[in-house]
């Protein structure tokens, strides 16, 4: 099993409808937990961390935490054309000092 | 203020050769990382430095990488005898403290031929 899963898409959807992607993960000591996105050929960009259960929200953004089943999720309202791209989740656990443990990413296809 | 910045973007190796990849962090920030991410892969960890001290080197791939951040603010990773396996985008990030967001550099893409 790997520590952090995804599915690897793609996922498509029409512009303007909400895009959901999840990711599980198995440590269950884990604390901090974040979304990067990721353009083709380009580095991985911070758009969200969370660190408490619940739901936080930036923008179109809304990330969500249920630490009891362990899954993590980002949900992208309006979805646009510009969205595409990778969506990479990583996770941080304090016994594993300071470094990020990340997905295998989900490739989001937005569609004019 | 300036982003982590990463050179070279791209190095082109014959098999066999040394190569050295710097990475010079967000100004101020404490924590430095080195990934690698494989196509279609998320980024695997390599090792980390708080300040200049190597705290978790246990994702170099073999004795072969060997990374240092003499002053505790520029790093280098190094790849000595590079192999075809090698080739791979090697990522630097940084954190103003350890367990903070980490803002990731573009990248050097390795090709070894």
């Known amino acids: 099993q790997k520590e952090v899963e995804q599915n690897s898409g793609p996922l498509s959807v029409p512009e303007g409808a909400i895009a959901s992607l999840n990711c599980t993960y198995s440590?269950?000591?884990?604390?901090?937990f974040f979304w990067y996105r990721q353009y083709s050929g380009k580095s991985p960009e911070l758009i969200m961390f969370?660190?408490?259960?619940g739901d936080k929200e930036d923008g179109r953004f809304t990330a969500q935490l249920n630490k009891a089943s362990q899954y993590v999720s980002l949900l992208i309202r309006d979805s646009q054309p510009s969205d595409s791209a990778t969506y990479l989740c990583?996770?941080?656990?304090?016994?594993?000092?300071?470094?990020?443990?990340f997905g295998q990413g989900t490739e989001l296809s937005v569609k004019p | 203020g300036a982003g982590v910045s990463q050179s070279p973007r791209y190095k082109v190796a014959k098999r066999g050769q040394d190569v050295a990849l710097r990475c010079d962090p967000i100004?101020?920030?404490?924590?430095l990382f080195w990934y690698q991410q494989a196509l279609g892969q998320g980024p695997e960890f390599l090792t980390y430095?708080?300040?200049?001290?190597?705290?978790?080197k246990s994702g170099l791939p073999s004795d072969r990488f060997f990374a240092e951040r003499p002053e505790g603010s520029v790093s280098t990773l190094k790849i000595q005898r590079t192999q075809q396996e090698d080739s791979a985008v090697y990522l630097c990030?940084?954190?103003?403290?350890?367990?903070?967001?980490?803002?990731f550099g573009p990248g050097t893409r390795l090709t070894v031929t």
């Open positions: 990583a996770v941080m656990s304090p016994n594993q000092g300071g470094k990020l443990i």
């Open positions: 430095f708080q300040n200049e001290a190597q705290l978790d």
């Open positions: 100004s101020g920030h404490v924590s």
């Open positions: 969370i660190y408490s259960n």
């Open positions: 440590d269950r000591g884990s604390q901090s």
């Open positions: 990030a940084s954190s103003l403290e350890l367990g903070d967001e980490q803002y």
